[in-house]
């Protein structure tokens, strides 16, 4: 009943009324984004990182061994001994071990060289094992497997062939067009960066910088590596490699890894907790996500804010309107009850439009974070969290509100039936 | 029985120390038909405003339809004024943003009492009231108020203050603003559809030649008491 009367108020002054509603849209639509973009970003990042216990990497910062090696963004720098990769396996605790080459791209995605025990052991989205859409692990060393989004993105299939270029950003400033490899597996989508990866052989990997580095600066280090490759069977260590994912079949077995690594002294060495080291990034990142997450907020109390201005201008103006509404019989109650709607009105149309700009931004940018950063957007309509946010910000118009209908209530007390202005 | 009873009612309004109203004696029987007159200032519309409940009145000194309504507290005065009364101002009766049917249904959303009391669709009565009331109700009707001319207006508000057939209809100067002619029309249309509906009214007016239109005028006054 009240409700009817307030929707004919409200078109009544539909230009300002409207105007409202588009600023709580964007308010709502902007801090749900913000919460959304830093969960998905949270996830997935968690995802990517779930399945591996320890980094072995040459000693540097955690977060960049953590970035470098699980995400492909940047690199671990120096590379490590292989012997390192072999010492690792026979350590107690240790179930499995898998040896990283990088610092090549394709077209932008990250290139690793690996072994097949990458595919064996590598978890993901807690627990969950890589599998093949298409074709199989690598069956010779020229052989490649692409990740989910690198084939949809570029168009790959099976037996495609690609060319790689030297560096890990998206400018090749060397292309190894000598050494093609060709696409012999494709991986399942995980919604983590494996997606946006390449992975060839360790003896592919090695053979192409060994060509390509035919004539270095170092003979004996190209010697050496050539030597390596001639004799290279598949599941030998290279010589040199950036990093090694170790899985553990003990928990507890993380320390004494740890601590053997730490005193390892042929050279320098960091063993990394991709949790921990996951930590350090949020406690890096989230103090620039607090500053965004304040600005959405302080947007929305601006919205409202736009809002409580909206009704209490309008107070003056609707004096008449309540007084006449109170020789009908209406009670001061009422009509802060007409103002408290009219303002729960506005909010929740706010709220609604604000949701499908939200969504349609979504559906726009989840494309492009999920190429450009790898970062899969959560594709549900609306978390809980968001939903008890969306919640908040209705109270918080209800309480907004208030303000005018108190003065309201005031008014309607003093002005009685009086409609002489 | 007396339809409105006014006895030993002395007022003064919060903000001032003058009393406006002492020791004011009146009543209205049921369908009676008073016009009160008195001069700018005398007290004729605090007087409206005690008995629609709007003011706080002592217990014991204003009854409308034997309630006495000093004795209810302020929230139950709204819904009983809903329930029991028809008010007609001045000028700017009726809400702008709505249209005259629903300007004229107002009191049926805060009264039950009054929409019980309507046989068939609250529509069909609205315009029922419209067109005895001399305006057509299908052009009028969807339009809105602020579109109306004030005479206009001021039928539509008589149409509101009818509906649901309150006991009591309370008209503080609704002719004021119109002119001789309309004036003379609408009072015929009021009265006669007041008398129709069985309802008490009292009217405050400062035109002359609206006697006939009554069954009683009374001047503020005769309402002391106590001399004055
Ligand atoms: N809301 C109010 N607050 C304070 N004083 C008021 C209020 N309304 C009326 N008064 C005072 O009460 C006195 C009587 O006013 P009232 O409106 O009842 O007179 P009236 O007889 O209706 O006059 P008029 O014929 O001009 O309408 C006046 O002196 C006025 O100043
Ligand atoms: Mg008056």
Redesign the interface.
Known sequence: ?TVT?VV??L??RRFVASLTVLAIALSVALILSVERLRDSARTSFANSASGVDLIIAPRGNDVQILLATLFGVGSTGTGMSGDVVDLLKDMPGVAWTVPLMQGDNHKGFPVIGTSEAYFEHFKHSRGEALTFAQGTPFADPQSAVIGAEVAQRLGYGLGTEIVNAHGAGSVALEVHDEAPFEVTGILARTNTAVDRMVFVSLQGFEKLHAEAEAHPADPLAAHTKEDHVENGVAGVVPAQVNAAYVGLSNRTAVLGVQRAIATYTKEPLSAVMPNVALLQLWSITGTAENALRLMSMAVVVASMIGMVVMLSAALEARR??FA???????????VVLMIVTEALLVTASGIVLGLLIFWGAILLAAPLLSTQFGVTLGNQMLGTSEAALLLTILCFGGLASLLPAWRVYRMTLAD?????L | MSQISVSDFSFVWPSSTVAVLQNACFTVDADERVLLRGPSGSGK?TLM?AI?G??DVPIGTVSVSGQDIGALP??KR??F???HMG?I??????????SAV?NIL??C???KRRRARIAGPLDKEAHRLMAALGLDPDTLGPSHASALSVGQQQRVAAA?ALIGAPDVILADEPTSALDPETKASFMQLLSQQVQDSGAALLMVSHDEGLDRHFDRVVEMSELSGVGA
């Open positions: 009943m009367l004919q108020s078109l009544n008449r309107e006449i509404l109170r020789s009908v019989g209406a009670s001061p109650r009422d009685g039936l009086t409609t002489k | 519309s405003a629609s709007v003011i302020a929230s709204d819904r004024r809903a329930d008010l101002f001045q000028v700017f009766n009726l809400v702008p943003w709505l629903d107002l009191p959303r805060y009264s509101r």
